[in-house]
């Protein structure tokens, strides 16, 4: 098994209102498009990596209760600037930027649809 995970789903209250927020806090493009009757927005992939999307859903509720995930912002300085955009967007910010070691940095949001999200950026290695 390459990884552990290799599909989410997001939920959403508000469609348009999560693809803008997520759009803006991840300075992404997240391109909506439907899937099995759902709309669903999808975040940027390739073959090789872990594929999720925003989705509006009767099967789905947005929740701070139950998984966790963690988005890879890929550098500190993403994941910074991601947090600083949190609140601005219609999020809350639950934990600011957190050292956890030899693993990197973290922090989690309340999304604008009321879904705790982590942010991760790995440990820069030393040049």
Same mark, same amino acid.
């Given at each position: ?7 989410? %789903? ?23 498009? %439907? ?93």
């Amino acid at each position: 098994m390459q990884n552990a995970i290799n599909w989410f %789903e997001i939920p959403a209250a508000d469609f348009d209102r999560a693809v803008t927020f997520y759009s803006t806090v991840l300075a992404t493009d997240i391109q909506k498009g %439907e899937f099995m009757g759902e709309p669903q927005a999808f975040f940027p992939m390739d073959q090789t990596s872990v594929g999720g999307a925003i989705v509006k859903s009767d099967r789905l509720t947005p929740s701070m209760s139950g998984t966790l995930i963690y988005l890879n912002l890929g550098t500190v300085e993403n994941l910074e600037q991601a947090l600083g955009r949190v609140e601005s967007s219609g999020g809350k910010l639950l934990m600011p930027k957190t050292d956890i070691g030899d693993p990197g940095f973290i922090g989690i949001m309340q999304d604008s649809e009321g879904n705790g999200i982590g942010l991760h950026a790995p440990r820069p290695t030393a040049a």
